[in-house]
């Protein structure tokens, strides 16, 4: 039974450039949530999917956007990407949108 | 209202001690109270979780206590040892709005 799995696993850009990061659901689950992890601290809500619309965004700029399809996979796009924008970038997902989230283990993502 | 505060920042045990960290909260329409596990380069991984209607719960050597009145909640690791260190992150989730609100997060060490 395979878990969250996030693609890629690290990933370096300049700034002012566009990122697409991906993830697959846990077996089962169709909701996706993103968060954002910076160094040291914990994970912070970006938006969640179901449906494949967006049901809640977290405060974030609408730099950050995403997708998910059919499938129940998703995509996370950050344009202009700034030196801030460096963390840990986490997918969880569950079976409906109250339900308890699993993670995958993420995308280190570098600005230079 | 939406921040859970998390302590200590960081912890050492002894192997075999008990590991003892606090989390609270201010927003009482949060109904779902989990314990995240994070140790490098993985993403969090679900621990233990409670809901505001019960006091206490136990899965082997990890007890989560809840008191509603004062809008507190803790995590007891029992004989603590060395493979459970790591950071520990308890979080808050109200089911209408569907994302988890984590504390800053707790790192754990357990000496041998």
């Known amino acids: 039974d395979a878990g969250v799995t996030q693609s890629p696993t690290h990933l370096i850009k300049t700034r002012g450039q566009q990122v697409t990061l991906r993830c697959s659901p846990k077996?089962?689950?169709?909701?996706v949530s993103w968060y954002q992890q910076a160094l040291g601290q914990g994970p912070q809500f970006i938006f969640q999917?179901?449906?494949?619309?967006?049901?809640q965004r977290g405060n974030f700029p609408d730099r950050f956007s995403g997708h998910q399809f059919p499938n129940y996979s998703s995509e996370l796009n950050v344009n202009a990407l700034l030196l801030g924008d460096s963390a840990l970038y986490l997918c969880?997902?569950?079976?409906?949108?109250?339900?308890?989230?699993?993670f995958g283990d993420g995308t280190r993502l570098s600005i230079l | 209202q939406q921040q859970v505060k998390q302590s200590p920042q960081s912890l050492i045990v002894q192997k075999g001690g008990i590991s003892i960290i606090n989390c609270a909260y201010e927003?009482?329409?949060?109904?779902?109270f989990p314990w995240y596990q994070q140790f490098p380069g993985k993403g969090p991984a679900l621990l233990i979780a409670?809901?505001?209607?019960?006091s206490e719960k136990k899965e082997g050597r990890f007890t989560i206590s809840f008191n509603k009145s004062a809008k507190q909640f803790s995590l007891h690791i029992m004989d603590s040892q060395p493979g459970d260190s790591a950071t520990y992150f308890c979080?808050?989730?109200?089911?209408?709005?569907?994302?988890?609100?984590f504390g800053k997060g707790t790192k754990l060490s357990v000496k041998p």
């Open positions: 969880a997902s569950s079976y409906g949108r109250n339900q308890p989230q699993h």
């Open positions: 077996s089962g689950h169709d909701t």
């Open positions: 999917y179901y449906e494949e619309e967006e049901r």
């Open positions: 927003n009482t329409a949060f109904d779902y």
């Open positions: 409670i809901r505001p209607d019960v």
């Open positions: 979080a808050a989730f109200w089911g209408s709005q569907g994302n988890l609100i």
